[in-house]
């Protein structure tokens, strides 16, 4: 599943979320332009999964909180900073 965005800045998702895993709303200049474009994706699996393309890269790294406990996965993934 492709997550569709919005809510915060196009900026702001480039801080926590790893490079063309994500669509943002602010990419286009409607809801159809929108809608054509997953439409696309939906027809083309090799654009499609250039969206996944970070899973291969993504290294998860072991994070402690000052009590020692480690961290899920989702919050190792949020702190992950992209290269």
Not at 47 to 70: C, D, P, S
Request: hydrophobic share 35%; net charge positive; proline share 6%.
């Amino acid at each position: 599943m492709l997550p569709v965005v919005m809510g915060a800045r196009p900026s702001d998702y480039e801080k926590v979320a790893p490079p063309h895993s994500y669509v943002h709303v602010d990419q286009f200049l409607g809801p159809k332009e929108l809608a054509d474009y997953l439409r696309i994706l939906s027809k083309n699996n090799t654009k499609y999964e250039e969206y996944f393309q970070w899973k291969r890269t993504l290294q998860i790294v072991a994070e402690y909180t000052y009590k020692g406990w480690f961290w899920c996965r989702l919050c190792t993934l949020l702190h992950y900073q992209v290269r």
